[in-house]
């Protein structure tokens, strides 16, 4: 379970999170709001890139402030923009880096990267250079890069907003078949409305915390 106890967070003069709790375990929970209104910010902690100024964020009882490590192996995370995900100019060596960080075998390392390869029909592009791949495979590939590493939660900050409608279609199935438990930012309300919760975030605070037939509506709403 990823919980926030008491959780604020401040650049500076500005206030983006003001004293959050939240317990989240449900399998696939969306994060909406206005431009700016934290939910980056909220991602960011989630994972341990971020650690909050007051309160806890624990992840299967691991506090982010002490455990950057162990909370970043359980909690993936994928960028809205793939160019910044993705390192290396080769596909396989791109896939392969994190897995030989933590010093996985050389035959663990193939045998994840052919699977992940393989679910994304992406076999072909072993050898591609990376940054010759079109927008949507990127961020297909920077997905797989989360995905080799196996952890059990996934964080995407807003993974579809450069991608068109096809490729917006796939990474939004790619997310719905996922084994691993999801936080999804995005501001296509449509992708989200069958997530199992939603948390509508405003004013640094989460508004409107329900299952998406009522906080969707709510939001809509709340926008107009
Ligand atoms: N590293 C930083 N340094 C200073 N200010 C920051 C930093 N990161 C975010 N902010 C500010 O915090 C506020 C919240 O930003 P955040 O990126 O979390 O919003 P967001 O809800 O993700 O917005 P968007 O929908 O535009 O992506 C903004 O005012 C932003 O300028
Ligand atoms: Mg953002």
Redesign the pocket.
């Given at each position: 379970m990823l919980e926030l106890k008491q959780v604020s967070h401040a650049?500076?003069e500005?206030r983006?999170l003001e004293n959050i709790t939240l317990q989240l375990d449900e399998k696939r929970i969306g994060v909406v709001?206005?431009?700016?209104?934290?939910?980056?910010?909220?991602?960011?902690l989630l994972n341990g890139l971020l650690i909050p100024q007051h309160g806890d964020v624990i992840v299967d009882g691991l506090n982010t402030r002490d455990n950057g490590k162990a909370v970043r192996r359980k909690v993936g995370f994928v960028f809205?923009n793939p160019d910044n995900q993705i390192v290396f100019p080769i596909v396989e060596e791109d896939l392969a880096f994190g897995m030989k960080n933590l010093g996985l075998p050389k035959d663990v390392i193939r045998e994840r990267i052919d699977a992940t390869l393989a679910r994304y029909d992406m076999e072909s592009f072993r050898q591609h250079p990376s940054h010759l791949l079109s927008g949507g495979q990127k961020q297909l590939m920077a997905i797989s890069g989360v995905l080799v590493m196996q952890p059990d939660y996934i964080v995407f900050?807003?993974p579809t907003t450069l991608l068109d409608l096809r490729n917006k279609k796939r990474i939004a199935q790619a997310i719905n078949e996922m084994d691993q438990k999801t936080v999804v930012?995005s501001?296509d309300l449509e992708f989200l409305q069958d997530f199992d919760r939603v948390l509508v975030?405003e004013g640094g605070q989460v508004v409107i915390d329900d299952i998406p037939s009522v906080a969707l509506p709510a939001y809509v709403r709340m926008m107009s």
């Open positions: 650049f500076g500005r983006v709001g206005s431009n700016g209104c934290g939910k980056s910010t909220f991602a960011r809205q900050d807003e930012v501001h975030f």
